[in-house]
Nanobody
């Protein structure tokens, strides 16, 4: 079992940056692929980024490619999402998730955090 807790959300102006953190507990963090998803009001939860167990492979949604960077520090049991050049369309609740596979598929992830709100003003 894995417990996930996101932090780092907040209010930022368009063009600004935020770094989200997802702290995990449990003894097997390094065995899980990690993903970031987001959900805006009236929208389905959508894929943002994913990172493999080793951290050597990453995947991004087209909407965030070249602006967001996902990374992980297995020694600290933490995954990060660096978000740059933010726009109001990035406003959403951001969730981290853990699963067996590095994938964009929401249902493939077994464990989810509670989410952290990111609001980008224009």
């Amino acid at each position: 079992q894995v417990q996930l807790v996101e932090s780092g959300g907040g209010l930022v102006q368009a063009g600004g940056s935020l770094r989200l953190s997802c702290a995990t507990s449990g003894r097997t963090f390094s065995s899980y692929a990690m993903g970031w998803f987001r959900q805006a009001p009236g929208k389905e939860r959508e894929f943002v980024a994913a990172i493999s167990v080793s951290g050597t492979m990453t995947y991004y949604a087209d909407s965030v490619k070249d602006r967001f960077t996902v990374s992980r520090d297995n020694a600290k049991n933490t995954v990060y999402l660096q978000m740059n050049s933010l726009t109001p369309e990035d406003t959403a609740v951001y969730y981290c998730a853990a699963g067996k596979y590095t994938t964009v598929v929401r249902r493939a992830y077994e464990y989810w955090g509670q989410g952290t709100q990111v609001t980008v003003s224009s």
